[in-house]
């Protein structure tokens, strides 16, 4: 049994109004994660079955080493729906509640925070999911992240908020503006 806790779409390269593959995070019973993609062909079948937060029994998947420089889990396998899997919803309540999904904390479990990195939050459409991610830049030089972590220390008692999940939506526009402003002067 797992649960969906992180569901978006990947564009297609070349025309990015298409859409070439459905991912997703799915959580065990024992809150281990693993990264699950639907190919193109199969999106259709299940863009409207699999929704974000609930737990569903899956059978008949494909497994795969989870290798690349792009992982958005540290499990050493991932999963593959195919043609063949059969998927039962089986509800919300039976394996743990989620964490908060505020943006920042989101980002910091995919990443170790030895980067800098800035990030566009996209609400368009995509299938009805929730935001999407961008990475616009990326910072590896480590002084620089090390005073842009100082100075976040400081920043109003975000630190404080986010620590703790209390982070509205208003908030969290603030805070990614003024992340982005740090980040263009430090950059």
């Known amino acids: 049994m797992e649960r969906v806790i992180r569901l978006w779409v990947v564009s297609d ?82 394996i743990k509640d989620l964490e908060p999904t505020i943006v920042p904390r989101v980002i910091s479990k995919f990443v170790e925070q030895t980067l800098l990195f800035k990030i566009d939050v996209k609400n368009d459409v995509n299938y009805g999911f929730e935001q999407s991610f961008h990475v616009k830049k990326v910072c590896i030089d480590k002084d620089i992240v090390t005073r842009f972590k100082s100075a976040m220390k400081n920043y109003a008692g975000v630190e404080d908020d986010l620590t703790v999940g209390v982070v509205h939506s208003e908030l969290v526009a603030g805070v990614v503006q003024g992340l982005n402003s740090k980040f263009e002067n430090l950059v």
């Open 13 to 94: 390269m070349n025309e990015k109004q298409k859409f070439f593959r459905m991912e997703m995070i799915i959580m065990d019973e024992k809150g281990d994660k693993i990264q699950a993609s639907i190919r193109k062909g199969l999106m259709s079948r299940f863009e409207n079955k699999i929704r974000k937060g609930i737990a569903y029994d899956l059978k008949y998947f494909g497994v795969a080493d989870n290798t690349g420089a792009y992982r958005t889990t540290k499990h050493q396998f991932k999963l593959n729906l195919q043609n063949d899997i059969v998927v039962t919803e089986v509800g919300t309540g039976l």
